[in-house]
């Protein structure tokens, strides 16, 4: 069982920074693929970024590239999403989940957090 807790969102202008972070329960952390989804109002949930626990690149949607960075610590538990250069279409409740493969499919995931609000205005 994985517990996962979100933090770090907020308002912020476009062209600004800002890294959510991911804290998760249970001992098992580093065996679990880790990712970050993103929903806006009347959207889909749509993937953004996911990490295996080992030296495997990471995998970003389009969108995102060369603009926000995913990283985890494990000795922390903890999970980090790094978005610089925010536009508005960025503004979305960014969720982390944790799930055996890295997959752009959220069902394929098996556990989630609350959620977090980033809102990036222009």
């Known amino acids: 069982q994985v517990q996962l807790v979100e933090s770090g969102g907020g308002l912020v202008q476009a062209g600004g920074s800002l890294r959510l972070s991911c804290a998760a329960s249970?001992?098992?952390?580093?065996?679990?693929?880790m990712g970050w989804f993103r929903q806006a109002p009347g959207k889909e949930r749509e993937f953004v970024a996911a990490?295996?626990?080992?030296?495997?690149?990471?995998r970003y949607v389009d969108s995102v590239k060369g603009r926000f960075t995913i990283s985890r610590d494990n000795a922390k538990n903890t999970l980090y999403l790094q978005m610089n250069s925010l536009k508005p279409e960025d503004t979305a409740v960014y969720y982390c989940a944790a799930g055996r493969e890295t997959t752009v499919v959220p069902i394929r995931y098996d556990y989630w957090g609350q959620g977090t609000q980033v809102t990036v205005s222009s």
């Open positions: 249970g001992r098992t952390f580093s065996s679990y693929v």
């Open positions: 990490l295996r626990w080992n030296s495997t690149p990471p």
